[in-house]
């Protein structure tokens, strides 16, 4: 049974290109298996773009061009399964039941500010 490697970070927006392919080149090269992005900035008419550069899935809940956004990426070939999913339209969270190397998972990205209104 092999380790799998998270990771949870928030981007502040990958919007610009050559920010998002550097992030995109170090979660690579650091060989994570599952990462979960906050504050995504992204937009529907954007995801085949991300998808293309990232090379494996990604899950996203939308936010707007300035703000929230979540997205879930997923190493290019892990062995996934997903069972259950649910995606906030207010870009806040996705949360998904998987199998991973035939191991369950119950996963959650989530972005909440501390000075919601």
Not at 6 to 19: A, E, P, Y
Not at 97 to 111: H, Q
């Amino acid at each position: 049974m092999t380790n799998l490697k998270f990771l949870s970070v928030n981007v502040r927006g990958l919007n610009s290109t050559i920010k998002r392919r550097n992030i995109f080149r170090f979660l690579r090269n650091n060989h994570y298996d599952v990462i979960f992005l906050q504050e995504t900035y992204s937009s529907k008419e954007m995801e085949a773009v991300w998808k293309n550069e990232w090379g494996g899935n990604i899950l996203f809940s939308h936010g707007s061009k300035h703000s929230k956004g979540v997205a879930v990426l997923f190493k290019t070939n892990l062995d996934i399964q997903i069972d259950n999913l649910e995606i906030d339209t207010l870009g806040r969270y996705i949360f998904l039941k998987c199998k991973i190397d035939e191991r369950e998972f119950s996963l959650l990205n989530v972005y909440f500010p501390n000075d919601m209104k």
